[in-house]
């Protein structure tokens, strides 16, 4: 078994688009057959949205798992 661990940063498609946040993560992979066999990724990501005249701001903390047989 290898992990592989990443991380990285979230950043608007376009310019006036108001996001940031970053990402990281740990994949186990079965080195006999080269598949996944566990995936766990954090986000922590910040938005911003004007709507009608009102700017809402969002926190968004998430934590997704996936396990492969």
Do not use: H, R
Not at 1 to 12: D, N, Y
Not at 47 to 64: A, N, R, V, W, Y
């Amino acid at each position: 078994m290898a992990e592989i661990e990443s991380a990285g940063t979230i950043g608007p498609a376009n310019p006036d688009d108001k996001i940031k946040g970053k990402q990281t993560g740990i994949t186990k992979v079965n080195l006999k057959n080269g598949w996944s066999t566990e995936s766990k990724i954090n986000q922590e990501i910040e938005i911003e949205i004007e709507q009608s005249g009102l700017t809402i701001p969002m926190k968004i903390k998430s934590e997704i798992s996936i396990n492969s047989k």
